[in-house]
Structures are given as C-alpha cells and as structure tokens.
C-alpha cells in the first residue's frame, strides 16, 4: 500500500485469448483465475502448449466458458462499430463477449489478455479492461472506416470494392483518442 491511499485493486480473473496461451500467458498469470472459451483450446495445436492447458484445467486455474450469444452479438456490433471486424475470427469475438460477460457480472476485477491489437481495440471500445504479454498495449482507440483508392468515398463499415465506382477500398483511421 501506499501512503495516503491504496492501489487499484489489481484483476483477479483473466480471460486468455490464444496469443496469450502460445506467448505463455498461462505461467505469467499463475496468480489469477484463467478463463477461455472452447475454440481457443481448438487453436492450440503443439503438445508442449496442450499439456500446459491440461495441466491448468486439472488444477482449476483455467476454466473453459462459452459466452451466451448476447454477449456475442454485443461483441460483434462493436467489431463492427470500431471497423475491426474484417480482422477478428470468430474465436476473437467469443473472447471478447467472455470478457464482457465476466466483467459485467464481476465488475472491475476481469481483464482481457491479448496482443491482438484489434482485440484490444474492441475491448477498449466496450470498456472491457486488457493487457498484452509481448507487445505493448494500444495507447489510443480507434474507429476505422474505409476509403476508395480512387473516388474518395468513405464507408463505415467493411467493403472490398467501392460501391459508387468499384475500385478497391483501404482501411483508414476515421478517429483516435487516448484510452
């Protein structure tokens, strides 16, 4: 503690997206209770990685949860809204209603782990709390749209191909502001 005051009650749940299992999330947040969602352990393919999960889930410091599609849906509007939808699998979105779900129903004490910037972009978008374990997290939420390479025009939400001339779109920065 500090003089004066305490510290911020550091998060005692963490909900792992499968960058976090390969980067070795797991032995980073032995002090937490872990959870994940069944498509994560899908992703995890090398024994040494599989055996660590086992390991935790025997242990019960990893529980495997599946969010309830509200939580998706929440998830996936806001992929939409933020424009990282074209860059999340659906075992992203899973994670990220997970992390939702739990930090409505446990308030402050869930955080989301992922390097996944568009994870964490989404999350920030949905007040979900997150970290990173290699890479530094996002310092600023942003709100893409898209572009035409030829014409100018900007769509919110993804398209390939302009729909006024048909030429191809590129993601842009609509917006920024700091987390």
Request: overall charge positive.
């Amino acid at each position: 503690m500090e003089r004066g005051g305490s510290r911020p009650k550091e998060p005692c749940i963490a909900v792992l997206d499968a960058t976090a299992v390969l980067c070795g999330g797991l032995e980073v947040l032995r002090e937490k209770l872990c959870y994940t969602v069944p498509e994560v352990l899908e992703e995890v393919k090398t024994t040494r990685h599989r055996a660590h999960l086992e390991a935790f889930m025997d242990l019960g410091l990893l529980k495997v949860s599946t969010p309830p599609g509200s939580y998706v849906n929440r998830a996936l509007e806001a992929a939409k809204r933020t424009g990282d939808y074209e860059r999340l699998s659906k075992t992203d979105l899973q994670v990220i209603a997970l992390a939702l779900q739990l930090s409505e129903e446990r308030g402050e004490s869930v955080e989301l782990v992922s390097d996944d910037y568009a994870v964490q972009n989404v999350a920030s978008h949905l007040g979900v709390k997150y970290r990173s374990l290699k890479v530094r997290p996002i310092k600023l939420r942003v709100k893409w749209a898209y572009k035409c390479t030829a014409c100018g025009s900007i769509q919110q939400e993804y398209v390939e191909v302009c729909p006024i001339c048909g030429h191809k779109m590129r993601r842009v920065s609509l917006r920024r502001e700091e987390v």
